[in-house]
C-alpha cells in the first residue's frame, strides 16, 4: 500500500523554480532528504565517509529499505527485491548468453 510519500528529484539549475512553487502553499509540509537507493555494503549499514559530517544522517539521508519503504509503505523494499529476484531467475539463461560473449575478449 503506498505512504502518501511524494519523491521529487530535483536538479540543481531547477531547484529555484520548484522552491517558487513551494512558496504558494505555505502549509505544505516539506522535508528535504538525500536518497540512496541500493547499499552496496549491505547487510552492513551504510557509512560511506564522504557524507560523514554533511549531514544529518538520522534525520537528512534515507538508503535502500528506509528509503523504498518511505516512498512504497511498509515492506516496499522487500517487495521490490522479490521482483528483482523472480526477473533475475526467469531471465538468467538471456543475462548468461549476453555476457557469455565478453568472455571471448582478449585484453
Keep these: 500500500m503506498p ?3 511524494i519523491a521529487i528529484h530535483l536538479h540543481l539549475k531547477e531547484g529555484g523554480d520548484f522552491l517558487l512553487g513551494v512558496l504558494k502553499y505555505p502549509d505544505t509540509n516539506i522535508h528535504s532528504y538525500i536518497a540512496i537507493p541500493y547499499n552496496p555494503y549491505e547487510p552492513k549499514p551504510y557509512e560511506r565517509w564522504t557524507l560523514k559530517g554533511m549531514l544529518d544522517l538520522d534525520k537528512e539521508l534515507k538508503v535502500a529499505k528506509e528509503f523504498w519503504d518511505f516512498l512504497g509503505g511498509a ?3 522487500n517487495d521490490l527485491l522479490s521482483c528483482f529476484e523472480e526477473a533475475g531467475i526467469e531471465l ?3 543475462i548468461y548468453k ?3 560473449k565478453f568472455k571471448s575478449l582478449k585484453h
Design 3 to 5: 505512504s502518501g510519500n
Design 75 to 77: 515492506d516496499a523494499y
Design 92 to 94: 538468467r539463461p538471456h
Design 98 to 100: 549476453y555476457f557469455s
